[in-house]
Structures are given as C-alpha cells and as structure tokens.
C-alpha cells in the first residue's frame, strides 16, 4: 500500500539516484535496451557499468525502444491496486522517445485519472522535476490541492533547469539520431570535444561549443552551465557520468567548494541515455530555487 492517494511515476532515464527513488516512494518504468536478440530493461537487466564496458567493446551498436503501452498500463493499475487515486508520469523529453505519447496512449486505457508531464529533457532534468513533484506530495500537497500542486512543483523546477553535457565524442549522438539543432558539429568536426545543451523549451539537443581536448572541454562545461545559473539563489546540482566516477567525484567536489549547493548528487548515466552520449561524457544538471 502506497502512502500517498497520488502515485508518482518517471521512466528510467530520470538518473534519480536509488536511494532517492526508495526515500520518495517513486515508481520508475524501465526504457528497453536491445542489443541483439536480447531485449534488456533499463537498469534492471542492464546496469551502467557492465553497459559501459560492453558500449565500448561491442562490434555492434545496441538500440533503444521505450515502454509498451501494455507495459504503462501495468504499471497504472498496479499504482490502482496499491491504493493510488490519480497518477502523476514523468517522462523524458518527447523530442528525443516516444514515451511520453505511449504514456498517454495507456493513460486512455486504464480508469484511473493520469497526468502525464513532458520533462523536455533527459537524465536530471527529468529527474530533478520528479524529485521536485514527489517532495511536495511529501510536503503535503497531496492531501491538499493534489495532482495539482505536485504538477506546479515541476514545472516550476522545468522553468530554471540548466544541463550541459561533455562529449569525449559526437559519435554515438548522431548515429542515435538525438542531435537535433547540434547538427553543425557533424562531418569534419566528429574529432572534436562537443559541449552540448538541453533546450527545455523544444526538448532538444542544441551545440553549445567544441574544443581539442578533454581537459578543455570539462572546463567548458563548468563554465557554460554556472554562467546559466543565479548563484545567489539556493542550488539543487546533480553531476552525471558515462562510467568516469573519479572525474564525476573530481567535478562535484570542486562545485561544493566553489558554490556550496543546497543539493548536489552524482550518479552513472544509464544505458538508454548513455547509448547516446557514449563512455567518459560528462554532465551538469541542475536548478535554482
């Protein structure tokens, strides 16, 4: 029996680190990875590490499928069953997968309201929003206003959200076709170090800089992503990684003592995200209060 009479769901590109998810009574639907004839759930048949060490040697390229309508409906009616009233569903953005239009094909099939909400971004930006939602239904909007205000807790994390990712290379970006406006980087320029950006008003990938070496572009990524955000105001800071945790641990530490965060997390970025953005990527994804 959950808890609360609002269920909180987000797929598994959220990134929110396990203990976080348990805390907060959050329900995570796996996105698939298909490498092959197997067909592995997100973070459950698949964990980062062992994806990262087989991304890196693996003639063959894995592909990504969302969940299935009849896999949402699941888990809708098993929401239901724990006691859940309404649903509140997170998703990645709905110009990089096709979740977040199947989540809403399943919202039609079930008798239970759900509310699906567009995050317009991958990993943090999704997961600081679902975070964001789950605290206030913690805080006690959901005996309150409801769906209503837990909604209005991520949204108003949406508004400032800042994510820059680091690329050791443009690669796996373009052959999974999430590049979106970053396109001008393609052809000649795939040798280079790519800094990219989360547009969360379309939801897509944008070109934010390009430089030679690794060392260079990190610093890139530190700059462009604080120059985003009001230092004065409380900071929720998540650092993500493509299976580097010393450099992750290298860059969290050096945002805690240069701008003392109310929140920082560093977690792995999972299988479905980092097919896309490949082994060493580096990220900065955070809010202002």
Not at 169 to 197: S, W
């Amino acid at each position: 029996m959950i808890p609360y009479s609002t269920a909180i769901i987000a797929d598994s590109t959220c990134d929110i680190p396990a203990d976080l998810v348990e805390r907060y009574h959050i329900n995570i639907i796996p996105q698939i990875v298909i490498w092959g004839d197997q067909e592995l759930r997100d973070r459950v048949d698949i964990q980062p590490d062992e994806f990262y060490q087989r991304l890196s040697t693996s003639p063959r390229l894995p592909t990504t499928s969302q969940p299935s309508v009849k896999s949402f409906i699941e888990y809708y009616q098993a929401a239901q069953a724990d006691g859940a009233r309404e649903i509140v569903v997170l998703t990645v953005s709905s110009a990089m997968s096709g979740t977040y239009q199947t989540a809403q094909q399943a919202a039609q099939l079930v008798d239970i309201p759900v509310h699906v909400i567009d995050s317009k971004g991958p990993t943090m930006s999704l997961g600081w929003q679902t975070l964001a939602a789950a605290r206030a239904r913690e805080a006690g909007a959901d005996a309150g206003a409801g769906p209503a205000a837990i909604i209005a807790a991520a949204d108003r994390v949406r508004q400032t959200v800042v994510q820059f990712v680091y690329l050791d290379t443009l690669d796996y970006l373009h052959k999974g076709g999430r590049i979106g406006n970053a396109t001008r980087f393609i052809g000649a320029l795939l040798d280079l170090k790519p800094l990219v950006e989360i547009n969360h008003q379309t939801g897509l990938v944008e070109g934010a800089d390009r430089v030679r070496t690794r060392r260079k572009g990190i610093e890139a990524l530190y700059q462009r992503f604080f120059e985003k955000l009001d230092r004065n105001r409380p900071l929720h800071i998540a650092v993500l990684h493509g299976g580097v945790l010393d450099d992750a641990v290298a860059l969290a530490e050096r945002v805690r003592q240069e701008y003392h965060p109310a929140e920082l997390l560093i977690n792995i970025t999972g299988p479905v995200l980092g097919l896309h953005t490949g082994p060493r990527a580096l990220a900065l994804c955070g809010y202002m209060e």
